[in-house]
């Protein structure tokens, strides 16, 4: 006889399985939702694209979008070197939620469309678009990023960029090898790195012989780190008889046969993994010279710029990803008598969670804006552009690991199983910090601005000086940072960019943020009130104007 419901429960207890004080899926959300997104974007001059902003968010935050994103990360891309009949093939195949992923962000304008947008604003608009949809994924950024990366430097060869810019700024998503101007859009890789050097690209041993044809040059070597084998075109550097230079490299010759593009594996990263990042072997393998030769590091130093903002940016979507996670479980999930959102403590952390992720956000923004006014001939938003674009690299991406480790937290053991998405993201941070130079590497890079190109240090702090006077505590940091700069060595850089980086994030907050937000800031960043990990504001410091400002709507 089968026991009823009741019987299988004699004492009237509840079933062993329902569920009570568990988080509802955050899903649909609007992604866009983002005061401090949506301010920035007004202020460095793209107002006019919130509304497509607005329709971006939502559809990031939707439940179709959030499952390519699962999906491109469950199931990975896979090398196929050769086809049935033995012939060499080097195709890297990727589950169709990654074309999904790649068709909207080429669609959008998430690649080089601005280069090809006379439109003030156009390269903010852009950036704001990678804040959004970056609530997706990480791993299809890469293609993207080095796609709109890659017009700069191809504008040095005007007969190449003629013929390829205006299929790199296409918005169609046109994946497959085929020949290039055969194609509706392009997608370019870039091939820098080497086994021997990493960031040293000056030892790269890769040799590019010249052929009787100007212009025309076959690779030999091999490159340790070229991310988005798919890619159509690829921006190379390599030893020509002047010297290191810069090259172009199609996956597909103008005749329709296959480049030597050998693809000798995949790397087994420990994040990123939706995206192909691969060893490729040059032999014979056919190129344009891009720039003139022995300039290579010249001609890319453009596409590093972009690059490197890149990584600000998805470090910042990363945070404000994660931080949106944490508050939507905080609001939903109780303990000890009390939401987690209402606990003193827990609000301490989302509190200083949040001025992070708006400090980072208002930075990258800020270093969108001087890009697109360099871009326009404004050689002092170039400047400041040059010094702030490293400092900003540096510090923003190196905040992201402790970000994401600490939002992960909050949602405890339910935020370290897969399902809930937060170990992608904290697998994710790390890279940004490495990718376009670590942090020794954009350290470096600073002191060498400083000590060659004195008008970036003056760009530096004529932007400080739009908010002098409204805050002691910056006041002081800058003057600290003036007196640091005479004694500016390899071995204090870390902690001068460090200071740089701070100092210019308070700068904004004062002039852009809400007092409860830059005079907390202000306290703790840069006035020594704080602890050494996230969630230790102090008691002075507007919790509840801070995490209403983060998490509007949502209290």
């Known amino acids: 006889m089968v026991p009823t419901p009741d019987e299988q429960r004699p004492y009237g207890g509840a079933a062993t399985h329902d569920v009570t004080n568990q988080a509802p899926p955050l899903t649909p959300y609007d992604a866009s939702a983002d005061t401090v997104l949506l301010e920035g974007l007004r202020r460095e001059g793209a107002g006019w694209a919130e509304e497509e902003l607005r329709r971006l968010g939502r559809q990031a935050g939707s439940a179709q979008a959030q499952e390519w994103a699962d999906l491109a990360n469950r199931y990975e891309p896979e090398l196929r070197t050769h086809d049935r009949y033995g012939n060499r093939v080097d195709e890297v195949e990727f589950h169709p939620s990654w074309h999904h992923l790649m068709r909207t962000a080429i669609t959008e304008g998430l690649a080089a469309s601005p280069w090809g947008d006379a439109r003030p604003g156009a390269h903010v608009a852009r950036t704001a678009g990678g804040l959004v949809w970056g609530h997706t994924e990480a791993g299809h950024g890469c293609p993207t990023s080095m796609t709109y990366a890659a017009v700069p430097a191809l504008r040095r060869q005007p007969e190449l960029a003629k013929v390829y810019e205006p299929l790199l700024t296409s918005r169609e998503y046109d994946p497959g090898l085929r020949v290039p101007t055969d194609k509706r859009g392009l997608l370019a890789g870039m091939g820098m790195t080497e086994k021997q050097g990493g960031s040293d690209v000056r030892t790269n041993t890769t040799a590019a012989t010249p052929t009787a044809e100007p212009g025309v040059y076959t690779l030999r070597g091999h490159k340790w780190f070229t991310s988005a084998p798919m890619c159509d075109v690829f921006l190379v550097l390599?030893?020509?008889?002047?010297?290191?230079?810069?090259?172009?490299?199609?996956?597909?010759?103008?005749?329709?046969?296959?480049?030597?593009?050998?693809?000798?594996?995949?790397?087994?990263?420990?994040g990123n993994r939706s995206n192909a990042s691969s060893e490729p072997e040059f032999d014979g393998t056919v190129a344009w010279l891009v720039g003139p030769e022995g300039q290579g590091v010249k001609t890319i130093i453009e596409m590093v710029n972009c690059t490197r903002l890149d990584c600000v940016m998805m470090s910042a979507a990363l945070m404000r990803k994660s931080l949106v996670e944490a508050g939507h479980h905080a609001r939903h999930r109780s303990a000890f008598g009390a939401r987690l959102v209402d606990q003193p403590l827990m609000r301490n952390v989302l509190a200083d969670l949040a001025l992070e992720s708006e400090a980072a956000t208002t930075l990258t923004l800020r270093l969108a804006g001087a890009?697109?006014?360099?871009?326009?001939?404004?050689?002092?938003?170039?400047?400041?552009?040059?010094?702030?674009?490293?400092?900003?690299?540096?510090?923003?991406?190196?905040?992201?690991?402790?970000?994401?480790?600490?939002?992960?937290?909050?949602?405890?053991?339910?935020?370290?199983?897969?399902?809930?998405?937060?170990?992608?993201?904290?697998?994710?941070?790390?890279?940004?910090?490495?990718?376009?130079?670590?942090?020794?590497?954009?350290?470096?890079?600073?002191?060498?601005?400083?000590?060659?190109?004195?008008?970036?240090?003056?760009?530096?702090?004529?932007?400080?000086?739009?908010a002098r006077g409204a805050d002691a505590r910056l006041d002081a940091a800058v003057a600290r940072l003036k007196d640091r700069l005479s004694g500016a060595s390899q071995t204090t850089a870390r902690r001068l960019v460090e200071d740089m980086a701070l100092t210019l994030q308070a700068s904004l907050l004062v002039r852009h943020a809400p007092p409860a937000v830059a005079d907390a800031f202000c306290a703790t960043r840069l006035g020594g009130d704080w602890g050494h990990a996230f969630g230790t504001l102090p008691e002075a410091a507007d919790l509840d104007a801070i995490v209403r400002r983060s998490l509007p709507g949502r209290d």
């Open 371 to 466: 890009a697109d006014r360099a871009i326009r001939g404004d050689e002092g938003e170039a400047a400041f552009r040059r010094i702030a674009t490293a400092v900003g690299k540096y510090w923003v991406t190196k905040r992201g690991p402790a970000f994401t480790a600490e939002a992960l937290e909050c949602l405890g053991g339910n935020g370290y199983v897969e399902d809930s998405g937060m170990p992608r993201h904290y697998r994710e941070a790390p890279l940004l910090s490495i990718w376009e130079g670590s942090g020794n590497v954009n350290a470096l890079d600073v002191l060498r601005a400083l000590g060659r190109e004195p008008g970036t240090a003056e760009a530096l702090f004529s932007e400080f000086a739009l």
């Open 238 to 270: 390599a030893q020509a008889p002047g010297g290191l230079s810069c090259f172009l490299v199609p996956r597909v010759l103008p005749d329709g046969t296959r480049n030597t593009f050998r693809i000798q594996r995949l790397k087994d990263k420990l």
